[in-house]
């Protein structure tokens, strides 16, 4: 077995979680250590020379940056990186109403090399939220749909307490029970979960529906504040003509 | 391949890096997933409850808090995490000078389960520095004495660059390359290296030694605003008696 894993080192699946602090967000840097194609997961514009950076020390390719959602807490980085790394192509889903190269749906699959990222539509947050599940489920980046003992609120951008309910229970808590868990955001400086973990202990996601809609109605929430920004920025995929 | 990857999260080793942003320390957590044996590295006082919060939630039992050195940025939550968690044992290098239950020197092992970490004595940021590699040498958890990109400062706490230098191409550049290098700090939001790519890619390391020292002994950086509080309190394991 030790062995095996080791080889997965070389050959196989090389992966970064990376954060931004000013937002609290984390960025994923996955990639095929053969054929050396990456793809970025939410990239924050301030963090984009760390990122380009890192691709271009790790010999890396990267011809995708996708972000799970039209965020509205930073922008995204994927209009810079398209000029900083050539070859790199945004995506989002298409229900987020965002300007990309790539438009997602249900079920449509990032490759890269061997590996692929399978989109799951998990609206709630937003109405364009995405999951994104490694093809072997062993871990799913679940943007604020899912974050660790807590999730997205759900009192803008479309924003749907039911649905959020919905789609978690559907189409994340039906991964495997070991499959790691990686959010948009943590705020407390936990990096990981699982799916057995956040259905057992989410103090949410563990409630009844009606339970869980009436919690979220009432956060009384302040606004973003870089909402008025961000959203606009990330409707056109972050800053492209820079 | 994907099947024992699957069975590693389930009944092998239980990992998570875990981050305080005051003084942007990480902390790991690692346990056996059969035996619920846990150790923690380099825990902060400020997180000691989210720490124990999490071990209680996995249903682990904590038996040993270690730390890398006595470190001057923050204080230990290895005192309190003892009062917190009955049955948790202080670690900390002999070299160090500071009081704990357990006094480690080169080759000791600090065994949770099946698995194991092997004490390296690697002097240089401070005089009682150790990295902790776990047994089948797939992950190093270097303290201050090698960061990511970087390395500790050799200024206080009886720093000394050539030794640093020395112990890490003695005892951490003569692992695999493929081995994870995981830090007691990040400043630009980075959470994992590895042996090849700090040999190949450390701005500092990768000098000779004269151009290190000379580089170590010319960065004029401002004395840690903790150091007057962190180091007493770390020299008897954190806040013991609280
Ligand atoms: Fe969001
Ligand atoms: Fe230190």
Redesign the interface.
């Known amino acids: 077995?030790?062995y095996?894993?080791?080889m997965?080192?070389?050959t196989?699946l090389l992966f970064?979680?990376?954060?931004?602090?000013q937002s609290s967000t984390y960025t994923y840097l996955l990639a095929d250590a053969q054929t050396r194609e990456a793809v970025l997961i939410d990239p924050v514009l301030e963090?984009v020379e760390?990122d380009a950076r890192?691709v271009e020390?790790?010999g890396l390719n990267l011809t995708i940056a996708v972000n799970t959602h039209c965020h509205a807490d930073h922008i995204t980085g994927t209009g810079l990186l398209k000029k900083r790394l050539p070859g790199c192509h945004s995506a989002i889903s298409k229900d987020s109403g965002a300007t990309a190269d790539i438009h997602l749906k249900e079920g449509d699959r990032v490759t890269f090399g061997k590996y692929s990222l399978e989109a799951r539509a998990t609206p709630g947050h937003t109405d364009g939220c995405m999951t994104f599940v490694l093809n072997?489920q062993?871990m799913a980046f679940t943007g604020d749909a899912l974050l660790i003992r807590g999730c997205g609120r759900t009192d803008f951008q479309q924003g749907c307490a039911s649905a959020l309910y919905e789609s978690v229970h559907k189409k994340i808590f039906t991964l495997?029970g070991?499959c790691?868990v990686y959010p948009a955001h943590d705020y407390?400086?936990?990096?990981?979960s699982?799916v057995d973990?956040e259905r057992r202990?989410n103090p949410r996601l563990t409630k009844s529906l009606e339970e869980f809609v009436k919690i979220m109605n009432n956060l009384n929430l302040p606004k973003p504040k870089q909402i008025d920004v961000a959203v606009p920025a990330n409707l056109v995929c972050g800053i492209q003509n820079v």
């Open positions: 077995r030790h095996s894993v080791r997965d080192q070389r196989g970064r979680q990376l954060f931004e602090s963090t760390r890192l020390d790790l072997d062993s495997p070991e790691l407390t400086g936990q990096s990981v699982t973990e202990l």
